[in-house]
């Protein structure tokens, strides 16, 4: 059974800066393509960032040059390091797998005080 388990949010004063952790298990983490999605109150959940099993990127045009994607195939640990942090990236941000299914993990709150 695939599990994804988020760590790392918190509240940060804007300028700040955090790195969110996600932990998975009961896949083949190494051949998978992971995401971040995130979403903030009354708002649809939409797409961060994703690294391919490659180590491709790509982001979300609001978060460019301010968040990066990294994974640790050995931990079998995707990461998403937060800098310049702005009151508009509060939200629910969430750790994504497609397999042979959509997984999603518990969620973490970001929250980024003015």
């Known amino acids: 059974q695939v599990q994804l388990v988020e760590s790392g949010g918190g509240l940060v004063q804007a300028g700040g800066s955090l790195r969110l952790s996600c932990a998975a298990s009961g896949m083949l983490f190494s051949l998978n393509t992971m995401r971040w999605y995130r979403q903030a109150p009354g708002k649809q959940r939409d797409l961060v960032a994703a690294i391919s099993s490659g180590g491709s990127t790509n982001y979300a045009d609001s978060v460019k040059g301010r968040f990066t994607i990294s994974r640790d195939n050995a931990k079998n640990t995707v990461y998403l390091q937060m800098n310049s942090l702005k009151t508009e990236d509060t939200a629910v941000y969430y750790c994504?797998?497609?397999?042979?299914?959509?997984?999603w993990g518990q969620g973490t709150q970001v929250t980024v005080s003015s």
């Open positions: 994504n797998a497609l397999t042979n299914s959509n997984y």
